[in-house]
């Protein structure tokens, strides 16, 4: 059975970092294009990045360039997100998603993800 559990959310303060594991089980790793995305309440789920099956091309949000790090360890049948200088506005539930098959251009469109994690929350607040 295919599965992909995150873990690593929590609360932090603005400024403060965490790091997000997606795990993933059943699957050919190296074969799948992982993506990060977040849901806010009363928003819509938004992508925030993304990685190549082998790692080796990423590409974020425009809101998270520069403080977010993708990173794809195939050994492990991990992705992390690493988190810098958080915001608040980046409180949402983060969910890891995946497909098979290279990373695409509009990557951050949530048709064509095959697998989904049940999310992790991660609250930004003072």
């Known amino acids: 059975q295919l599965q992909l559990e995150e873990s690593g959310g929590g609360l932090v303060q603005p400024g403060g970092s965490l790091r997000l594991s997606c795990a993933a089980s059943g699957f050919t790793w190296e074969m799948y294009a992982v993506g990060w995305f977040r849901q ?29 790090t993708i990173s794809k360890d195939n050994a492990k049948n991990t992705v992390y997100l690493q988190m810098n200088s958080l915001k608040p506005e980046d409180t949402a539930i983060y969910y890891c998603a995946a497909y098979r098959g290279p990373m695409r251009h509009q990557w951050d469109s949530l048709d064509g993800y095959e697998y989904w994690g049940q999310g992790t929350q991660v609250t930004v607040s003072s």
């Open 40 to 68: 806010a309440p009363g928003k819509e789920r938004e992508g925030v990045s993304i990685v190549s099956p082998s790692g080796g091309s990423t590409d974020y949000a425009e809101s998270v360039k520069g403080r977010f």
